[in-house]
């Protein structure tokens, strides 16, 4: 299957510092992204849908200003969690659906998650 | 948002034995698939098997298999001849203009 390379695999950070996390796609080209949040023993929250060259959109309740998703090229995303607290730290999780498919009928990639601990 | 539901946080299964987990989604879109997911202690997601809507003959991927029932919103996967491997937590999934995931059902094979 496609590989799908999520950058860092972990992090800490100081409460109120910024921290980039990267989503690649390294052998297909990703018109969509999608970034999730997972806390301990839960299912995968989906925060936002990254379309190449376009706004993401984000889902209700995630903070549109706090966690900036940009998704500048077909293979590469970024989250960055702005101004993080102790409350931000989670696993997040990126997936990425390839170009060569279109609209629904392709599994999604995951990358292999980013642990932040913010304290 | 579509809504995805998995009625059993937890399921055990004895090895060799059969087990299902359950899975009911809400949607209002006529074109979508459906996936199961599994997720060890790594926490790497790993494609278990794919149902697409517009199909009606169930998915099958050796040993596991889905009940697909479109007009109940219904997708259960079904793994025969479990093995210890197969522990981990299974996510039932919705793909349709997003991506949407269940609850998880932590799935435990007794030796």
């Known amino acids: 299957g496609a590989v799908v390379s999520q950058h860092p695999s972990r992090v800490i950070c100081k409460s109120g510092t910024s921290v980039k996390i990267e989503c690649r796609s390294l052998?297909?080209?990703?018109?969509?992204m999608f970034w999730y949040r997972q806390f301990p023993k839960q299912s995968l929250m989906l925060m936002a849908t990254s379309n190449e060259g376009s706004k993401a959109t984000y889902e209700q309740g995630v903070e549109k200003d706090k966690f900036l998703i940009n998704h500048a090229s077909l293979t590469l995303s970024t989250l960055t969690v702005t101004s993080a607290h102790p409350e931000d730290s989670s696993f997040y999780i990126c997936?990425?659906?390839?170009?060569?498919?279109?609209?629904?009928?392709?599994?999604?990639?995951f990358g292999q998650g980013t642990r932040l601990t913010v304290v | 948002a579509q809504t995805v539901t998995q009625s059993q946080p937890e399921m055990s299964v004895q090895e060799a034995e059969t087990v299902t987990l359950s899975c009911t989604y809400d949607t209002s879109e006529s074109d979508y698939y459906l996936f199961w997911y599994k997720q060890p202690p790594s926490r790497q997601m790993i494609l278990v098997i794919r149902q697409e809507a517009y199909k009606q003959q169930n998915a099958t991927e050796n040993r596991f298999s889905v009940n697909f029932q479109k007009a109940a919103k219904s997708f259960s996967l079904k793994i025969s001849d479990s093995q210890l491997g197969d522990a981990a937590m299974y996510f039932c999934a919705y793909a349709g203009n997003q991506f949407y995931f269940g609850t998880g059902t932590s799935l435990t094979v007794i030796p």
């Open positions: 052998d297909f080209q990703a018109t969509t």
């Open positions: 997936s990425a659906r390839s170009i060569l498919r279109q609209a629904v009928d392709t599994e999604a990639f």
